[in-house]
């Protein structure tokens, strides 16, 4: 089992690093997802850079916050659960690939939070 904090580390620098990118090439993504508005991935950007700081710093407590780390699951929960509903609405309107990149993140969404819960789970044992 990977430790608690290394999965919120692994969580942060994967958030952070998607963060950056989508801001830094929101127009190619935005051809990639078959859309013109470079809006939504630069919000989405700032979102997940923001996450990734908290996230990070969530890590980094000595002991970690189990109440943190449930929020980071919250999160983690409800960034799938709307990726799902995204999908629903926005199929007729991304690229193929756009919707299969979306499902392939929140399916590694899930994974963090599947993975911190079972961490979570160890360090209260």
């Not at 969580?11 to 859309?35: C, D, E, Q």
């Not at 970690?64 to 990726?83: E, Q, Y």
């Amino acid at each position: 089992m990977i430790p608690l904090t290394t999965t919120m580390q692994i969580n942060a620098i994967s958030s952070g690093a998607t963060g950056v990118l989508l801001i830094a090439l929101a127009k190619p993504v935005a051809g990639i997802f078959g859309v013109t508005q470079t809006a939504p991935f630069i919000f989405t950007g700032a979102f997940l850079a923001l996450f990734a700081a908290l996230v990070f710093m969530i890590s980094k407590g000595k002991p970690v916050n189990p109440g943190a780390v449930k929020f980071v699951i919250l999160l983690d929960t409800l960034w799938v659960a709307a990726s799902a509903v995204a999908l629903i609405f926005l199929f007729p309107v991304i690229s193929g690939l756009g919707s299969l990149l979306t499902a392939g993140v929140a399916l590694w969404v899930a994974a963090m939070a599947y993975l911190q819960k079972k961490g979570l789970q160890a360090i209260a044992a």
